[in-house]
């Protein structure tokens, strides 16, 4: 495709083409399928995301985690880990929708229930954001991410953290309450500095499209120290998709552009890469397939 008709095809926000398969399967340890399938307000059809994961398993991305963030897309993920041997699940209540009132004793309870079925690996994403919620939200969003912190632990299962601005305060919170065994940074947004202290913590962070963003140097730079067996990639599909296809849809088949900057960013061999991904993840959120 030209420059141009690239260009062009970014404004209209077309999907972009898969890329080429990598040598080994991987992961998608961070997705959104209900957003990202069937957009905003409508919940897609089995079809339609079946298609999505045979696309990305097309390129060797053969294992995903669809997260919720609140009850209805909580209940969803569940539902689709249960019948889709390449899914598995992670419920909670987005910061978000904490800050704004949404984590209710019912709501909460609810969470609760899904963590304890079996096909549901993670409580997440939960955890702190001081960008979309101001400072009147931010006691609702720590008593939540408190209250899904014991819900992870309580059923033994990971924790998915989302930090917003606001590294120092997750850290002072988990301090505080104890990680779980295993802590998951998603989206990982911090530098090396920040990344030193989580995983000197035991946690894994986890890279987005992010990692290949001209300006993110500095997570190029947080990336570079972890050890690989620290380390996942994920999408947060339908968003922040990676270079070379920055600000179109974003898609569980277009993981293989940031493990391939993560393989160049850590030095590691490709093939090994994916085979370390694909380790870490069953380390953390278990088998896909019995």
């Not at 957003?35 to 905003?40: H, K, L, Q, S, W």
């Not at 899904?114 to 549901?120: F, M, N």
């Not at 104890?178 to 894994?204: I, N």
């Not at 493990?259 to 960013?265: K, N, P, T, Y």
Request: charge should be negative; glycine fraction near 8%; charged fraction near 25%.
């Amino acid at each position: 495709m030209s420059r141009s008709a690239s260009s062009r095809a970014n404004r209209r926000g077309e999907p972009p083409p898969s890329p080429e398969p990598l040598p080994a399967p991987a992961l998608d340890s961070h997705t959104h399928l209900d957003i990202a399938v069937g957009g905003e307000g409508r919940l897609p059809r089995d079809a339609e995301v079946d298609a999505e994961v045979a696309a990305a398993a097309a390129v060797g991305i053969t294992r995903l985690v669809q997260v919720g963030v609140d009850v209805v897309s909580s209940r969803w993920s569940a539902e689709l880990a249960a019948r889709h041997p390449s899914v598995l699940a992670a419920v909670a209540l987005h910061p978000n929708e904490a800050g704004a009132g949404g984590a209710t004793p019912e709501a909460l309870a609810e969470v609760d229930r899904l963590a304890a079925e079996p096909r549901v690996r993670a409580v997440g994403e939960t955890g702190l954001d001081r960008f979309r919620t101001g400072p009147e939200g931010w006691d609702a969003q720590e008593e939540s991410f408190r209250a899904h912190i014991a819900i992870a632990k309580r059923h033994g299962i990971a924790l998915v953290i989302h930090d917003r601005d606001a590294h120092g305060e997750i850290l002072r919170v988990l301090d505080d309450e104890g990680l779980p065994e295993h802590t998951v940074f998603h989206c990982f947004s911090g530098d090396a500095a920040f990344a030193r202290q989580c995983l000197d913590r035991g946690a894994v962070l986890s890279f987005a499209g992010t990692l290949t963003f001209g300006n993110a140097g500095y997570l190029r730079e947080a990336a570079a120290i972890a050890p690989v067996d620290q380390l996942l990639v994920e999408t947060d599909s339908p968003f922040l998709t990676p270079v070379p296809h920055r600000g179109r849809p974003n898609a569980s088949r277009l993981v293989p552009h940031t493990v391939r900057a993560l393989a160049e960013v850590t030095g590691t061999e490709l093939e090994s890469l994916c085979n370390s991904l694909t380790a870490t993840a069953e380390r953390v959120f278990g088998p896909w397939q019995d």
